[in-house]
């Protein structure tokens, strides 16, 4: 089963938990038990799974990525001016595979799936959540 999210962003760099919108995805395909993929199709954003309880912790990792990669200093800067948003979503990578167990997201205590927007504000950020498994 394949479906999408449209997301609107309102910043610059931020993270959105889609937790909620995966796991209704997933009570839908009626999956009892398998796998479960969410890909951001772009190539400024990314997919993580970390903890969103702290909501430090998100604007900690959007800090430690912007110390790790300056802003306008590359060779694609000279083209639209976001080479560090390419960069940074491509160390994060594009997506995220969660088991599911019980028609749920077999996610730890403090997981949460977040699409991180790294070139926004944007209106219109598709991510496709793919599921596989057996049903009941
Ligand atoms: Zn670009």
């Not at 479906?3 to 395909?29: N, V, Y």
């Not at 200093?73 to 995220?96: Q, Y």
Request: charged content about 25%; overall charge negative; some cysteine.
């Amino acid at each position: 089963m394949r479906d999408e999210i449209i997301l609107s962003t309102s910043k610059k760099q931020e993270l959105i938990d889609i937790t909620p919108r995966i796991s209704s995805i997933i009570k839908k395909s009626k999956v009892e038990s398998g796998i479960c993929n969410v890909f951001a199709a772009h190539a400024t954003a990314a997919i993580i799974i970390n903890e969103n309880y702290d909501p430090n912790i998100c604007l900690d990792l959007l800090d430690a990525l912007d110390k790790l990669v300056p802003s306008g200093v590359w060779r694609h800067d000279r083209i639209d001016g976001n080479a560090d948003s390419h960069i940074k979503s491509a160390i994060l990578g594009p997506s995220e595979t969660i088991p599911i167990r019980n028609n749920k997201l077999d996610l730890g205590r403090w997981q949460a799936v977040q699409f991180c927007e790294l070139d926004g504000p944007r209106h219109d950020r598709k991510i496709i959540v793919t599921i596989t498994g057996d049903g009941y």
